[in-house]
């Protein structure tokens, strides 16, 4: 069963940084893409970047300038480096493993979330 474990969330106030991991187990095959995502309470869960071989990196806009998306393919784990965050960064986020592969089918995997607070 495969699972992905997030970690590296915190308070912080505006403008520091933050780094989050996503470590998964139990896969054996590279996926396709991993991501972040991110829900704040009210709010419907958002892409902040995803990363793919084909596709590179891609970021919501209000995050770009500030978030890194790295990815290490060979043991299927991901990391968020947030720069100068922003009260607005405020979320659960959440860690996301997709794509498709014959033997198993489309495959879409979450894990269970770490909390980010930006507040002074």
């Known amino acids: 069963q495969v699972q992905l474990v997030e970690s590296g969330g915190g308070l912080v106030q505006p403008g520091e940084s933050l780094r989050l991991s996503c470590v998964s187990s139990?896969?054996?095959?590279?996926?396709?893409?991993m991501a972040w995502y991110r829900q704040a309470p009210g709010k419907e869960r958002e892409l902040v970047a995803s990363?793919?071989?084909?596709?590179?990196?891609n970021y919501a806009e209000s995050v770009a300038a500030r978030f890194t998306i790295l990815r290490d393919s060979v043991r299927n784990t991901v990391y968020l480096q947030m720069n100068n965050l922003k009260p607005e960064d405020t979320a659960v986020y959440y860690c996301?493993?997709?794509?498709?592969?014959?033997?198993?089918?489309?495959?879409?995997?979450w894990g269970q979330g770490t909390q980010v607070i930006v507040s002074s």
């Open positions: 996301n493993a997709n794509g498709h592969l014959a033997r198993v089918g489309t495959y879409n995997y």
């Open positions: 139990g896969s054996k095959f590279r996926f396709d893409a």
């Open positions: 990363i793919s071989g084909p596709s590179g990196a």
